[in-house]
Protein backbone atom coordinates (compact mmCIF):
# COMPACT_ATOMS: atom_id res chain seq x y z
CA UNK A 1 0.00 0.00 0.00
CA UNK A 2 2.68 2.06 -0.85
CA UNK A 3 0.92 5.32 -2.95
CA UNK A 4 -2.63 4.25 -0.31
CA UNK A 5 -1.38 4.78 3.00
CA UNK A 6 -4.39 4.21 4.92
CA UNK A 7 -5.14 0.69 5.83
CA UNK A 8 -9.05 -0.91 5.51
CA UNK A 9 -9.45 -0.24 9.34
CA UNK A 10 -8.46 3.46 9.26
CA UNK A 11 -10.52 4.08 6.53
CA UNK A 12 -13.74 2.57 8.16
CA UNK A 13 -12.82 4.69 11.26
CA UNK A 14 -12.73 7.40 9.08
CA UNK A 15 -16.12 6.66 7.22
CA UNK A 16 -17.79 5.96 10.72
CA UNK A 17 -16.86 9.72 11.79
CA UNK A 18 -18.76 11.08 9.05
CA UNK A 19 -21.57 9.02 9.11
CA UNK A 20 -21.15 6.87 5.68
CA UNK A 21 -21.08 3.00 5.47
CA UNK A 22 -19.05 2.97 2.35
CA UNK A 23 -16.37 4.99 0.03
CA UNK A 24 -19.28 4.67 -2.71
CA UNK A 25 -21.80 6.10 0.03
CA UNK A 26 -18.93 9.14 0.59
CA UNK A 27 -19.69 10.30 -2.99
CA UNK A 28 -23.21 9.80 -3.24
CA UNK A 29 -24.17 13.60 -3.54
CA UNK A 30 -22.21 13.53 -6.65
CA UNK A 31 -25.47 13.01 -9.27
CA UNK A 32 -24.83 9.39 -11.34
CA UNK A 33 -23.96 11.20 -14.77
CA UNK A 34 -20.82 12.52 -12.79
CA UNK A 35 -19.69 9.63 -11.88
CA UNK A 36 -17.06 7.06 -13.51
CA UNK A 37 -19.30 3.68 -13.57
CA UNK A 38 -16.51 1.52 -14.87
CA UNK A 39 -12.89 0.71 -13.56
CA UNK A 40 -10.16 2.92 -14.84
CA UNK A 41 -8.55 1.26 -17.44
CA UNK A 42 -4.70 0.98 -16.47
CA UNK A 43 -2.26 -1.56 -16.87
CA UNK A 44 -0.70 -3.91 -14.45
CA UNK A 45 0.96 -2.66 -11.87
CA UNK A 46 4.66 -2.62 -11.82
CA UNK A 47 7.14 -2.70 -9.43
CA UNK A 48 9.01 0.08 -8.32
CA UNK A 49 12.43 -0.84 -11.20
CA UNK A 50 9.76 -1.63 -13.79
CA UNK A 51 8.12 2.07 -13.41
CA UNK A 52 11.44 3.70 -13.24
CA UNK A 53 12.65 1.92 -16.21
CA UNK A 54 9.34 2.74 -18.17
CA UNK A 55 8.90 6.57 -17.08
CA UNK A 56 12.75 6.58 -18.02
CA UNK A 57 11.58 5.18 -21.78
CA UNK A 58 8.90 7.31 -21.98
CA UNK A 59 11.18 10.24 -21.09
CA UNK A 60 13.49 9.57 -24.03
CA UNK A 61 10.66 10.01 -26.68
CA UNK A 62 11.31 13.79 -25.54
CA UNK A 63 14.22 16.06 -27.54
CA UNK A 64 15.65 17.43 -24.63
CA UNK A 65 19.19 19.25 -24.29
CA UNK A 66 21.77 18.39 -23.97
CA UNK A 67 21.24 15.04 -25.49
CA UNK A 68 19.72 16.74 -27.98
CA UNK A 69 20.33 19.50 -30.19
CA UNK A 70 17.46 21.92 -29.88
CA UNK A 71 17.39 24.95 -31.81
CA UNK A 72 14.31 26.52 -30.26
CA UNK A 73 13.72 29.86 -28.78
CA UNK A 74 10.94 31.76 -29.38
CA UNK A 75 10.18 32.84 -25.35
CA UNK A 76 12.12 30.32 -23.76
CA UNK A 77 15.99 29.94 -23.64
CA UNK A 78 18.65 27.47 -23.04
CA UNK A 79 21.32 29.12 -21.00
CA UNK A 80 24.33 27.58 -18.87
CA UNK A 81 23.68 28.38 -15.20
CA UNK A 82 26.21 29.05 -12.79
CA UNK A 83 26.54 26.43 -10.02
CA UNK A 84 26.11 29.26 -7.20
CA UNK A 85 22.71 29.90 -8.13
CA UNK A 86 21.34 26.40 -7.52
CA UNK A 87 23.59 26.44 -4.65
CA UNK A 88 22.61 29.26 -3.08
CA UNK A 89 18.86 29.39 -4.51
CA UNK A 90 18.56 26.04 -2.71
CA UNK A 91 19.56 26.92 0.65
CA UNK A 92 16.64 26.53 3.28
CA UNK A 93 16.48 29.88 4.15
CA UNK A 94 14.92 30.68 0.65
CA UNK A 95 13.84 27.27 -0.68
CA UNK A 96 10.49 26.61 1.63
CA UNK A 97 7.94 23.61 1.68
CA UNK A 98 5.33 26.69 0.73
CA UNK A 99 5.35 30.98 0.04
CA UNK A 100 6.02 32.81 2.85
CA UNK A 101 2.50 34.82 3.30
CA UNK A 102 4.33 37.24 6.15
CA UNK A 103 7.56 38.29 4.17
CA UNK A 104 7.35 41.93 6.07
CA UNK A 105 8.57 40.51 8.67
CA UNK A 106 11.50 38.49 7.23
CA UNK A 107 14.26 40.83 6.25
CA UNK A 108 16.10 37.89 4.11
CA UNK A 109 13.29 37.88 1.91
CA UNK A 110 12.66 41.62 1.51
CA UNK A 111 16.07 41.97 0.73
CA UNK A 112 16.28 39.94 -1.07
CA UNK A 113 13.56 41.57 -3.37
CA UNK A 114 15.04 44.96 -2.92
CA UNK A 115 18.08 43.10 -4.53
CA UNK A 116 16.29 42.09 -7.29
CA UNK A 117 14.70 45.55 -8.04
CA UNK A 118 17.60 47.56 -7.82
CA UNK A 119 19.27 44.83 -10.85
CA UNK A 120 16.09 44.59 -12.88
CA UNK A 121 16.14 48.51 -12.84
CA UNK A 122 19.44 48.85 -14.16
CA UNK A 123 18.60 45.99 -16.49
CA UNK A 124 15.25 47.68 -18.14
CA UNK A 125 16.86 51.11 -17.26
CA UNK A 126 13.73 52.04 -15.41
CA UNK A 127 13.50 54.14 -12.00
CA UNK A 128 11.13 51.30 -10.21
CA UNK A 129 10.67 47.44 -10.29
CA UNK A 130 7.69 45.56 -8.90
CA UNK A 131 8.95 42.40 -6.93
CA UNK A 132 8.07 40.13 -9.69
CA UNK A 133 4.71 38.09 -11.91
CA UNK A 134 3.91 35.53 -12.34
CA UNK A 135 5.38 35.30 -16.16
CA UNK A 136 6.25 37.62 -18.96
CA UNK A 137 2.86 37.52 -20.87
CA UNK A 138 1.26 38.61 -17.23
CA UNK A 139 3.56 41.12 -17.13
CA UNK A 140 2.85 42.62 -20.50
CA UNK A 141 -1.32 42.33 -19.74
CA UNK A 142 -0.61 44.13 -16.23
CA UNK A 143 1.70 47.09 -17.98
CA UNK A 144 -1.42 47.35 -21.24
CA UNK A 145 -3.85 47.57 -17.69
CA UNK A 146 -1.52 50.22 -16.31
CA UNK A 147 -1.30 52.40 -19.30
CA UNK A 148 -4.85 52.60 -19.69
CA UNK A 149 -5.61 53.67 -15.92
CA UNK A 150 -2.95 55.84 -16.62
CA UNK A 151 -4.50 57.64 -19.58
CA UNK A 152 -8.15 56.84 -18.81
CA UNK A 153 -8.82 55.55 -22.71
CA UNK A 154 -9.87 52.12 -23.90
CA UNK A 155 -7.76 50.51 -26.77
CA UNK A 156 -4.77 49.49 -27.04
CA UNK A 157 -2.31 48.84 -29.99
CA UNK A 158 -0.17 45.60 -29.82
CA UNK A 159 2.16 44.93 -32.68
CA UNK A 160 1.92 41.06 -34.69
CA UNK A 161 5.18 40.60 -33.58
CA UNK A 162 4.90 40.66 -29.80
CA UNK A 163 4.94 36.93 -29.02
CA UNK A 164 1.60 35.29 -29.78
CA UNK A 165 0.81 33.49 -26.39
CA UNK A 166 1.69 36.78 -25.07
CA UNK A 167 -0.98 38.34 -27.23
CA UNK A 168 -3.49 36.10 -26.23
CA UNK A 169 -3.15 36.38 -22.30
CA UNK A 170 -3.16 40.26 -23.20
CA UNK A 171 -6.78 39.46 -24.84
CA UNK A 172 -7.83 37.25 -22.40
CA UNK A 173 -7.07 40.05 -19.84
CA UNK A 174 -8.51 43.17 -21.83
CA UNK A 175 -11.72 41.41 -23.78
CA UNK A 176 -13.54 40.95 -20.87
CA UNK A 177 -13.39 43.90 -19.71
CA UNK A 178 -14.41 46.23 -22.86
CA UNK A 179 -11.08 47.18 -23.90
CA UNK A 180 -9.75 47.19 -27.22
CA UNK A 181 -6.74 45.86 -28.69
CA UNK A 182 -5.33 47.08 -32.04
CA UNK A 183 -3.44 45.00 -34.47
CA UNK A 184 -0.24 46.49 -35.64
CA UNK A 185 1.06 44.79 -39.32
CA UNK A 186 4.69 44.26 -39.61
CA UNK A 187 7.02 45.50 -42.49
CA UNK A 188 9.43 43.25 -44.89
CA UNK A 189 12.05 43.92 -43.23
CA UNK A 190 10.54 42.06 -40.00
CA UNK A 191 9.52 44.92 -37.52
CA UNK A 192 6.53 46.50 -36.83
CA UNK A 193 4.80 49.19 -39.14
CA UNK A 194 4.77 52.26 -36.63
CA UNK A 195 3.20 54.43 -39.95
CA UNK A 196 -0.07 53.25 -38.57
CA UNK A 197 -0.28 54.09 -35.15
CA UNK A 198 -1.63 57.70 -35.86
CA UNK A 199 -4.76 56.58 -37.50
CA UNK A 200 -5.36 54.84 -34.13
CA UNK A 201 -7.42 58.02 -31.78
CA UNK A 202 -7.56 57.03 -28.08
CA UNK A 203 -4.75 54.69 -27.87
CA UNK A 204 -3.75 53.92 -24.03
CA UNK A 205 -0.74 52.02 -25.29
CA UNK A 206 1.53 51.37 -28.19
CA UNK A 207 2.88 47.77 -27.13
CA UNK A 208 6.41 46.91 -29.07
CA UNK A 209 8.73 43.80 -28.12
CA UNK A 210 12.27 44.31 -28.68
CA UNK A 211 13.84 41.80 -29.52
CA UNK A 212 10.60 41.05 -31.26
CA UNK A 213 9.06 37.14 -31.95
CA UNK A 214 11.16 37.03 -35.18
CA UNK A 215 14.72 38.16 -33.76
CA UNK A 216 14.88 41.16 -35.39
CA UNK A 217 15.76 44.18 -32.81
CA UNK A 218 12.91 46.90 -33.21
CA UNK A 219 13.82 50.81 -33.25
CA UNK A 220 11.77 51.99 -29.68
CA UNK A 221 12.69 55.40 -30.14
CA UNK A 222 10.66 55.48 -32.84
CA UNK A 223 8.14 53.74 -30.88
CA UNK A 224 8.21 56.36 -28.51
CA UNK A 225 7.47 58.96 -30.43
CA UNK A 226 4.76 57.37 -32.41
CA UNK A 227 2.66 56.72 -28.83
CA UNK A 228 3.46 59.92 -28.05
CA UNK A 229 2.13 61.60 -30.74
CA UNK A 230 -1.22 60.05 -30.30
CA UNK A 231 -1.18 60.46 -26.56
CA UNK A 232 0.03 57.22 -25.66
CA UNK A 233 1.80 55.75 -23.56
CA UNK A 234 5.15 53.46 -25.04
CA UNK A 235 4.54 49.60 -23.36
CA UNK A 236 8.16 47.75 -24.30
CA UNK A 237 8.48 44.04 -24.40
CA UNK A 238 10.58 41.32 -24.66
CA UNK A 239 11.41 37.63 -24.18
CA UNK A 240 15.14 37.46 -23.96
CA UNK A 241 16.06 39.84 -20.84
CA UNK A 242 19.55 39.11 -21.72
CA UNK A 243 19.44 41.09 -24.93
CA UNK A 244 19.41 44.09 -22.45
CA UNK A 245 23.22 43.24 -21.72
CA UNK A 246 24.04 44.28 -25.49
CA UNK A 247 21.18 46.35 -26.59
CA UNK A 248 20.23 49.87 -24.82
CA UNK A 249 17.77 49.75 -22.14
CA UNK A 250 13.93 50.13 -23.19
CA UNK A 251 13.52 53.36 -20.81
CA UNK A 252 16.51 54.88 -21.88
CA UNK A 253 15.04 55.01 -25.30
CA UNK A 254 11.87 56.41 -24.64
CA UNK A 255 9.74 53.70 -23.19
CA UNK A 256 7.29 54.74 -20.33
CA UNK A 257 6.66 51.35 -19.15
CA UNK A 258 8.65 47.94 -20.02
CA UNK A 259 7.59 43.98 -19.25
CA UNK A 260 8.55 41.04 -20.23
CA UNK A 261 10.24 37.83 -19.27
CA UNK A 262 13.06 36.94 -17.38
CA UNK A 263 13.17 33.31 -17.70
CA UNK A 264 17.18 33.87 -19.15
CA UNK A 265 18.41 35.11 -15.92
CA UNK A 266 19.04 31.95 -14.18
CA UNK A 267 15.76 29.96 -14.33
CA UNK A 268 15.81 26.40 -16.26
CA UNK A 269 13.47 25.73 -19.11
CA UNK A 270 11.75 23.21 -16.80
CA UNK A 271 8.93 22.48 -19.82
CA UNK A 272 7.81 25.79 -20.15
CA UNK A 273 7.87 26.68 -16.29
CA UNK A 274 8.06 28.27 -14.20
CA UNK A 275 8.78 31.76 -15.60
CA UNK A 276 9.52 35.32 -13.74
CA UNK A 277 7.65 38.32 -14.91
CA UNK A 278 9.52 41.37 -15.09
CA UNK A 279 7.80 45.57 -15.07
CA UNK A 280 9.37 48.83 -14.44
CA UNK A 281 8.10 52.06 -15.12
CA UNK A 282 9.15 56.10 -14.42
CA UNK A 283 8.92 57.16 -10.45
CA UNK A 284 5.69 59.12 -12.18
CA UNK A 285 3.67 56.41 -12.03
CA UNK A 286 4.64 54.02 -9.50
CA UNK A 287 0.55 54.08 -7.63
CA UNK A 288 0.02 52.61 -10.89
CA UNK A 289 1.78 49.75 -10.55
CA UNK A 290 0.42 46.33 -9.68
CA UNK A 291 2.04 44.07 -7.43
CA UNK A 292 4.18 45.16 -4.49
CA UNK A 293 7.36 47.01 -4.08
CA UNK A 294 9.68 46.90 -1.36
CA UNK A 295 11.73 49.61 0.02
CA UNK A 296 14.46 50.14 1.95
CA UNK A 297 14.51 52.68 5.53
CA UNK A 298 16.19 53.21 8.56
CA UNK A 299 14.21 52.29 11.86
CA UNK A 300 14.34 54.54 15.46
CA UNK A 301 17.63 53.91 16.04
CA UNK A 302 19.06 54.41 13.03
CA UNK A 303 19.45 50.60 11.64
CA UNK A 304 18.71 50.04 7.94
CA UNK A 305 16.07 47.99 7.18
CA UNK A 306 13.28 46.59 4.57
CA UNK A 307 9.90 46.98 4.29
CA UNK A 308 6.95 46.81 1.96
CA UNK A 309 6.44 49.95 0.56
CA UNK A 310 3.85 49.71 -1.78
CA UNK A 311 1.01 46.84 -1.99
CA UNK A 312 -1.82 47.20 -4.06
CA UNK A 313 -2.89 43.41 -4.64
CA UNK A 314 -6.29 42.71 -3.42
CA UNK A 315 -4.49 40.59 -0.77
CA UNK A 316 -3.62 43.65 1.15
CA UNK A 317 -6.18 46.47 0.09
CA UNK A 318 -10.14 46.41 -1.30
CA UNK A 319 -10.50 44.36 -4.36
CA UNK A 320 -12.19 47.53 -6.12
CA UNK A 321 -8.62 49.52 -5.82
CA UNK A 322 -6.49 46.69 -6.45
CA UNK A 323 -4.47 47.11 -9.41
CA UNK A 324 -3.94 43.67 -9.64
CA UNK A 325 -5.77 40.43 -8.39
CA UNK A 326 -3.04 38.30 -9.20
CA UNK A 327 -1.47 36.61 -5.87
CA UNK A 328 1.84 35.12 -7.20
CA UNK A 329 4.65 37.13 -7.53
CA UNK A 330 7.06 34.40 -8.14
CA UNK A 331 9.83 35.79 -5.26
CA UNK A 332 11.96 32.96 -5.68
CA UNK A 333 12.61 33.21 -9.31
CA UNK A 334 13.13 36.55 -8.59
CA UNK A 335 15.60 35.62 -6.20
CA UNK A 336 17.64 33.59 -8.64
CA UNK A 337 17.31 35.89 -10.93
CA UNK A 338 19.09 38.02 -8.55
CA UNK A 339 21.90 35.86 -8.20
CA UNK A 340 22.39 35.12 -11.80
CA UNK A 341 22.89 38.78 -12.73
CA UNK A 342 24.92 39.22 -9.29
CA UNK A 343 27.25 36.45 -10.43
CA UNK A 344 27.74 37.03 -13.91
CA UNK A 345 28.53 41.49 -13.01
CA UNK A 346 28.12 43.87 -15.25
CA UNK A 347 30.86 42.64 -17.52
CA UNK A 348 30.24 39.54 -17.52
CA UNK A 349 26.47 40.16 -18.69
CA UNK A 350 27.54 41.91 -21.39
CA UNK A 351 30.22 39.51 -22.70
CA UNK A 352 27.28 37.03 -22.27
CA UNK A 353 25.15 38.77 -24.50
CA UNK A 354 27.76 39.46 -27.24
CA UNK A 355 27.97 35.80 -27.40
CA UNK A 356 24.89 34.98 -27.70
CA UNK A 357 24.46 37.42 -30.41
CA UNK A 358 27.28 36.34 -32.05
CA UNK A 359 26.04 32.39 -32.35
CA UNK A 360 22.97 33.29 -34.25
CA UNK A 361 24.63 35.91 -36.63
CA UNK A 362 27.07 33.20 -37.62
CA UNK A 363 24.29 30.29 -37.95
CA UNK A 364 22.27 32.84 -40.17
CA UNK A 365 25.25 33.90 -42.01
CA UNK A 366 26.26 29.67 -42.47
CA UNK A 367 22.90 28.91 -43.76
CA UNK A 368 22.16 31.80 -46.14
CA UNK A 369 25.63 31.11 -47.27
CA UNK A 370 24.36 27.58 -47.99
CA UNK A 371 21.40 28.58 -49.78
CA UNK A 372 18.47 29.26 -47.68
CA UNK A 373 16.73 32.26 -48.04
CA UNK A 374 16.54 34.77 -44.74
CA UNK A 375 13.61 36.65 -45.33
CA UNK A 376 14.29 39.59 -42.71
CA UNK A 377 17.24 42.04 -42.97
CA UNK A 378 17.10 43.88 -39.72
CA UNK A 379 19.49 43.13 -36.94
CA UNK A 380 19.19 39.86 -35.03
CA UNK A 381 19.61 39.33 -31.49
CA UNK A 382 20.11 35.36 -30.69
CA UNK A 383 17.15 34.04 -33.01
CA UNK A 384 16.25 34.37 -36.28
CA UNK A 385 13.73 33.53 -39.62
CA UNK A 386 14.94 30.94 -42.03
CA UNK A 387 12.79 30.08 -45.13
CA UNK A 388 13.12 26.47 -45.85
CA UNK A 389 10.18 25.99 -48.16
CA UNK A 390 6.95 24.41 -48.17
CA UNK A 391 8.14 20.98 -48.28
CA UNK A 392 10.41 21.14 -44.88
CA UNK A 393 8.35 19.36 -42.94
CA UNK A 394 9.45 15.74 -43.88
CA UNK A 395 13.08 16.71 -43.18
CA UNK A 396 11.97 18.61 -39.99
CA UNK A 397 10.94 15.35 -38.59
CA UNK A 398 13.73 13.23 -39.87
CA UNK A 399 15.91 15.36 -37.85
CA UNK A 400 13.88 15.37 -34.90
CA UNK A 401 13.93 11.87 -34.92
CA UNK A 402 18.01 11.82 -35.29
CA UNK A 403 17.92 14.66 -31.73
CA UNK A 404 17.60 17.31 -33.70
CA UNK A 405 15.09 19.97 -33.59
CA UNK A 406 15.08 22.12 -36.63
CA UNK A 407 13.50 25.50 -35.42
CA UNK A 408 9.86 26.47 -35.00
CA UNK A 409 7.42 26.63 -37.55
CA UNK A 410 5.72 29.68 -37.93
CA UNK A 411 2.67 29.06 -40.30
CA UNK A 412 0.30 28.42 -37.06
CA UNK A 413 0.75 31.81 -36.21
CA UNK A 414 1.85 33.82 -39.08
CA UNK A 415 0.21 31.99 -42.05
CA UNK A 416 1.97 34.15 -44.60
CA UNK A 417 5.37 32.47 -43.79
CA UNK A 418 4.56 29.02 -44.75
CA UNK A 419 7.70 26.94 -44.65
CA UNK A 420 9.92 29.17 -42.11
CA UNK A 421 10.92 28.64 -39.26
CA UNK A 422 11.89 30.24 -36.08
CA UNK A 423 15.85 29.14 -35.05
CA UNK A 424 17.62 30.28 -31.98
CA UNK A 425 21.32 29.79 -30.72
CA UNK A 426 22.15 30.66 -27.39
CA UNK A 427 25.65 30.37 -25.91
CA UNK A 428 24.87 26.18 -25.16
CA UNK A 429 25.21 25.77 -28.95
CA UNK A 430 28.96 25.03 -29.92
CA UNK A 431 30.35 25.63 -33.26
CA UNK A 432 30.09 21.77 -34.23
CA UNK A 433 26.57 21.95 -33.86
CA UNK A 434 25.96 24.62 -35.26
CA UNK A 435 27.82 23.33 -38.16
CA UNK A 436 25.30 20.49 -38.07
CA UNK A 437 22.69 21.84 -38.16
CA UNK A 438 23.92 23.68 -41.35
CA UNK A 439 24.71 20.09 -42.77
CA UNK A 440 21.90 18.19 -41.98
CA UNK A 441 18.82 20.48 -43.68
CA UNK A 442 21.07 20.80 -46.33
CA UNK A 443 21.25 17.34 -47.40
Known amino acids: MRYLPHTPEEIQEMLAVVGAESLDQLFFPIPPACRRQSALELPAPLSEWALDARMDALAARTAVAPQAKVFLGAGSYDHFIPAAVDALAGRSEFLTAYTPYQPEISQGTLQAIYEYQTLACRLMGTEVATASHYDGATALAEALLMAIRKTGHRRVAVSRLVHPHYRQVAATY ?172 GTGFRELAVLNHDKAAYLKQALAAAGHRV ?69
Open 375 to 443: PFTRPIFNEFVVDFGTGFEAVHRRLQDAGIVAGLPLEADYPELAGCYLLCATETASRQDLDLLVKEVSR
Open 174 to 345: LHPAGYEIVELPYRPDGTTDLSTVEAEPDLAAVAIQSPNFFGCIEDLAAGAAAAKGVGALLVAGFTEALAYGLLKSPASQGAEIVAGEGQSLGLPRSFGGPGLGMLGTRQAHVRSLPGRLVGKTVDQEGRQGFVLTLATREQHIRRERATSNICTNNSHCALRAVMYMAALG
